[in-house]
C-alpha cells in the first residue's frame, strides 16, 4: 500500500525500475540458488537501503503487520 499511495500522489513518471543485477542461478541446486538469491537481496538492503521496502531481511516478513482491513479479509 505504501508504494501504492506514492504512485496516486507522485504519479508513475517519478519512479523508475532498474535491473541492478542478473543473478545466473542455472548451474544451482534449487536450495543454493534460493539461499543465493536471498544474500545477493540483503547486500542490496544494506547497500541500498530502498525506501519503500519495509522488510529489512531477505525472505523474511518478520516486523509486517497487516491492516485490519486485511485480517478481516483473510479471516
Known amino acids: 500500500m505504501i508504494i501504492n499511495k506514492a504512485l496516486y500522489n507522485y504519479d ?3 519512479f523508475n525500475l532498474t ?3 542478473h543473478i545466473d542461478v542455472f548451474n544451482l541446486f534449487k536450495n543454493e540458488a534460493k539461499v543465493f538469491i536471498l544474500m545477493r ?3 542490496y538492503l544494506d547497500t541500498l537501503e530502498p525506501e519503500y521496502n519495509i522488510l529489512k531481511v531477505a525472505g523474511s516478513s518478520l516486523g509486517f503487520k497487516h491492516s485490519e482491513e486485511s485480517r478481516a479479509l483473510r479471516s
Open 41 to 43: 537481496e540483503q547486500h
Open 19 to 21: 535491473i541492478i543485477e
Open 12 to 14: 508513475y513518471s517519478a
